[in-house]
């Protein structure tokens, strides 16, 4: 099995898309790492995701706006031989992603992204008060970099036709 490195912006597209969840991973005002599950959404290379209006990632972003997104999918223990553990490897597919968020304070621009969101998990409309949207911290990060690898595909003279 080996490591395959992707380029082909559908192909990452996809493999964001098949996500349920992402992993960002800030740095706090400490210079403590801090990565934490979310909920997000995807439109035009930018990844929205939305949290409470405080809190220590908020604080953290305050103060370094840098951040590392990471999405990962098809999981699948595989080995190569049952009785060698070095052998045993998890399949999957993921991407990393790096920004800077920007912090969405317009209502409508936030509406907007709470929709982007919403649409990454179900094919409704949705409405939302204006106490509800005043009450999220919307983030925005327009991706500055992006990386995609495959673990665990065949090795070519492995591979079933």
């Not at 439109?43 to 209006?53: E, K, M, R």
């Amino acid at each position: 099995m080996k490591t395959l490195v992707h380029k082909d912006q559908e192909l990452i597209e996809t493999i964001i898309r098949r996500c349920d969840i992402c992993f960002a991973g800030v740095v706090t005002p400490e210079n403590t790492p801090y990565v934490i599950p979310m909920n997000f959404g995807y439109q035009n290379g930018i990844i929205y995701l939305h949290s409470a209006p405080t809190g220590r990632v908020i604080t953290a972003l305050e103060n370094n706006a840098h951040i590392c997104i990471t999405f990962s999918t098809d999981h699948e223990l595989a080995f190569q031989h049952p009785q060698v553990a070095c052998s045993y490897r998890m399949k999957s597919k993921s991407v990393i992603a790096f920004g800077q968020v920007t912090f969405i304070e317009d209502m409508d621009q936030k509406r907007e992204a709470l929709n982007i969101i919403m649409e990454q998990y179900s094919d409704k409309q949705f409405e939302y008060s204006d106490p509800a949207v005043r009450n999220v911290k919307i983030w925005a990060i327009p991706i500055d970099e992006i990386s995609c690898k495959e673990f665990g595909a065949p090795h070519e003279k492995y591979k079933k036709s």
